[in-house]
């Protein structure tokens, strides 16, 4: 494993900042009010081919344990378990504060290795910044602007001594493994967790990782970053351990509701994680039932062309399960006819139930989400679609739909040949994507169908026959 480094300090000091520049993407969210991170995350930096694991953590506060603040403390705290390097980041412009030195003297009873990093240290207002760090008693401060990138060759400097040796060991190991995973299946299995605010998404991640890895509680809307964690989940049915990168992601509103630059921003990173992910959980509120906006959610998660399935969180105290569950399952097909029969769980983040078959099921179904059919079993289907229900004429003039190709998957899409395909009503292209939904094994995954028409070879681009161009992308 490569190395892991820790990046600790008050609130508003700059570490998102750090974090950014280090994994040379705007993964974290930032933001001039203090306290937007409150959950770590991790990511991939590197400085001049030094490769280590990045930790952003939440700023550091002296609040009650009980408190939000104080909870969010905790996680920096465990943060350091297992840590090969800590970067601790204190603010040159403004210098250094009480909170400041009781974060040294913490640290300080610990055997992490400390790299000081007085941030902000660009231009004449930094340099009393910079010298006043040395007061704390962690050896030479490293001057940096994370903003500007000023200073991040001296940080290479202040970690190679300390996790240079470890990097190349794990470069090393990197290389072989690539050189022998040819032939493997599928990477870990990318899940995000999507919903409502409060619908229980970081205590189900909890849950299943066995500790409280994210910050929980009874205010709405505490996770704001989305926080990808790698897990290896075990299968009771076959014994077998599989790979997880599971994604928590901030609640999503009502757009009206959204009115804070920093929720926005949340919702914004929520949309992007979607997009990375393979397959997305849409847990909902046992206690609330299927709202529309969850179902806008549905949409967003199909639209992206996602592989989707619906759990319903809180179990354990909903009223009336059984017709709870029909109802959400007649809302589903009723509210999401594109994509009828998605996989749907009762779960219970509080005591685990059902969370186990949730997690085979998003297997099965990033499988069908990630098939291709064989060219000969997709045009047998094909020629007989068209023989049971042929395309109309309308006018008088057949339709000619001439042979079908998968052109890609993750989501699988097809591109249907023919002529005169302008005419062709949606309700053959619905009869399509049905058909292959139905017949070929994509029951609960977002399909592509696109339609191609040769162009007229007497335009001024002549081409022949062969010339196609693109129609419409169906799903």
Not at 386 to 408: D, E, F
Request: a negative charge; hydrophobic letters at 40%.
């Amino acid at each position: 494993m490569k190395p892991q480094v820790i990046i600790i300090g008050r609130p508003n000091v700059g570490k998102s900042t750090l974090f950014n520049r280090l994994v040379g993407k705007k993964l974290a969210l930032v933001d001039d009010q203090p306290g937007v991170t409150r959950d770590r995350r991790m990511g991939d930096a590197e400085i001049a081919g030094l490769e280590f694991t990045i930790v952003d953590t939440a700023g550091w506060e002296d609040e009650d344990e009980l408190s939000l603040p104080g909870r969010m403390r905790k996680q920096t705290e465990a943060s350091l378990e297992g840590a090969d390097a800590a970067l601790f980041v204190v603010d040159a412009r403004a210098g250094l504060t009480p909170l400041d030195e009781e974060i040294a003297r913490y640290l300080r009873e610990h055997d992490v290795p400390i790299v000081l990093v007085a941030n902000k240290a660009e231009g004449a207002a930094g340099e009393s910044g910079v010298l006043e760090s040395y007061s704390l008693g962690l050896g030479d401060p490293v001057a940096l602007s994370a903003e500007h990138g000023e200073g991040v060759a001296d940080l290479f400097g202040a970690l190679w001594p300390i996790i240079g040796e470890k990097a190349e060991a794990a470069e090393a190991a990197a290389g072989f493994a690539e050189s022998e995973a040819e032939d493997l299946p599928l990477g870990p299995l990318k899940l995000a967790i999507v919903g409502r605010p409060n619908a229980g998404k970081s205590t189900l991640i909890n849950k299943l990782l066995g500790e409280d890895r994210l910050l929980t509680g009874p205010e709405a809307g505490i996770t704001r970053d989305s926080i990808a964690i790698d897990w290896q989940w075990t299968d009771p049915k076959s014994g077998e351990t599989r790979d997880i990168r599971l994604i928590d992601t901030a609640g999503m509103r009502k757009k009206r509701n959204v009115t804070e630059k920093l929720e926005k921003l949340s919702v914004a990173d929520a949309r992007r994680a979607v997009d990375f992910a393979e397959v997305v959980i849409l847990l909902l509120d046992a206690t609330q039932g299927l709202e529309h906006q969850d179902l806008k959610i549905a949409s967003l998660v199909l639209e992206e062309g996602r592989a989707l399935m619906i759990a319903i969180n809180k179990w354990d105290v909903a009223e009336d399960p059984s017709g709870l569950f029909n109802g959400i399952r007649a809302a589903l097909d009723d509210g999401l006819a594109q994509v009828r029969g998605l996989p749907l769980f009762a779960v219970s983040a509080k005591t685990g139930k059902g969370l186990d078959p949730m997690l085979g099921a998003a297997f099965e179904l990033r499988e069908s989400w990630s098939k291709r059919v064989p060219t000969a079993a997709l045009n047998r289907w094909f020629d007989d679609a068209l023989a049971a229900n042929p395309p109309p004429a309308p006018g008088g003039r057949r339709i000619k739909l001439r042979y079908i190709t998968q052109a890609g998957t993750r989501p699988p899409r097809f591109v249907v040949f023919g002529t005169r395909l302008d005419d062709l009503p949606k309700s053959y292209e619905r009869y399509l994507v049905n058909g292959i939904r139905a017949k070929l094994g994509f029951e609960a995954v977002p399909v592509r169908v696109v339609l191609k028409s040769p162009k007229n070879p007497y335009n001024a681009n002549k081409g022949g026959g062969g010339n196609y161009s693109s129609g419409s992308d169906k799903a």
